[in-house]
């Protein structure tokens, strides 16, 4: 099912897609045992999030498998940090187990940022900005990703820190717009942290 995520039939990736993102909500998704029959439930659903990233992200020779089986990797994990966000903050109080989720996506998906594959490499730099962004909230956390870049070629390098730091600056945008009234200024709303963040994220794309 994770390889048809990259199917070339658009309509069969969607629902092999749908499927296992509905596995990963665990109770709260559509395939939760027992839903729509009245019977007895399972505790945790039918695969849960932690399930299935232990097998979306199985330690595999990356060399030895199918460009499709990376690519519906890939297809899956951009759905599930897009649409499970609070499952990958470390502004939560499951933090420590959010960590991990986004270190080992983060592992995954910058072995694939300079895939000769165009597809695979182009949707791994957009699914490697969706989990290293995330980690902004935390400046230790995100001086690993930090260093981890300084590893890539400088071109490559480059293009992944812009596209990190407006993807942090997008998200801290809208925070600030949500929370603040047409009576308070932004800039005065912010924490001490967020009102260093265009100077750390300045110093970062430096």
């Known amino acids: 099912v994770l ?18 993102f509905e596995m990963c909500r665990g109770e709260e998704g559509e395939m939760a045992l027992g839903k729509y029959s009245g019977g007895c439930k399972v505790q945790g659903g039918l695969g849960g999030l932690e399930f299935l990233l232990h097998i979306v992200l199985e330690e595999r020779d990356l060399h030895s498998v199918s460009w499709q089986w990376v690519m519906g990797r890939l297809v899956l994990l951009e759905r599930l940090l897009t649409h499970l966000p609070q499952d990958f903050s470390l502004e939560t109080k499951t933090a420590q187990v959010n960590f991990q989720r986004l270190m080992i996506i983060i592992d995954f998906t910058f072995q694939q940022l300079g895939s000769s594959h165009l597809n695979i490499s182009k949707l791994a730099r957009k699914v490697f900005v969706l989990a290293a962004k ?6 230790q956390t995100f001086s690993q990703v930090r260093e981890l870049l300084r590893a890539l070629e400088p071109t490559l390098q480059l293009r992944i820190r812009k596209k990190l730091t407006s993807a942090i600056e997008e998200a801290y945008q809208g925070l600030a717009t ?17 009102q260093d963040r265009s100077a750390f994220l300045e110093k970062f794309l430096n």
């Open 178 to 194: 949500g929370s603040a009234t047409s009576s308070v200024d932004p800039r005065e709303a912010r924490t001490p942290q967020e």
């Open 134 to 139: 995330n980690t902004a909230a935390d400046n």
């Open 3 to 20: 390889t048809k995520c990259a199917d070339s039939n658009r309509r069969g990736s969607e629902v092999s897609t749908d499927f296992r």
